[in-house]
Nanobody, 121 residues
Framework: QVHQEETGGGSVQAGGSLRLSCVAS?????GAWIRQAPGKELEGVAN???????NVEDSVKGRFTISLDNAKNTMSLQMTNLKPEDTAMYYC??????????????????WGKGTLVTVSS
């Protein structure tokens, strides 16, 4: 049975940092961090393929870094210089390379329950 669980969320002031981790037993080809702010749609943040190829969305480029520890099936998201607009529930999800490359995150196969990040100004 696939198990995915995010940890590391919390409250931080603007300019601060947080590191999210996800133990993702369902990781095979590609994993992604996806967030949903209150009242808004899901938004992809970054994805990483099994070979280490990463894609980071423009809204967080230069501030967020995605990484993967294959041995531990753990995917991480290092977030720096956080802004109030980064406030959201953050989910880790895994799926096919095709889905990641297409940024079609709604089609990811497995999802965690999410971890809340709150950034105050």
């Amino acid at each position: 049975q696939v198990h995915q669980e995010e940890t590391g969320g919390g409250s931080v002031q603007a300019g601060g940092s947080l590191r999210l981790s996800c133990v993702a037993s369902g990781f095979t080809y590609c994993g992604a961090w996806i967030r949903q702010a209150p009242g808004k749609e899901l938004e992809g943040v970054a994805n990483i393929e099994a070979d280490g190829t990463t894609n980071v969305e423009d809204s967080v480029k230069g501030r967020f870094t995605i990484s993967l520890d294959n041995a531990k099936n753990t995917m991480s998201l290092q977030m720096t210089n956080l802004k109030p607009e980064d406030t959201a529930m953050y989910y880790c999800a895994t799926g096919s390379t095709y889905v990641c490359e297409a940024r079609n995150y709604n089609a990811m196969d497995y999802w965690g329950k999410g971890t809340l990040v709150t950034v105050s100004s």
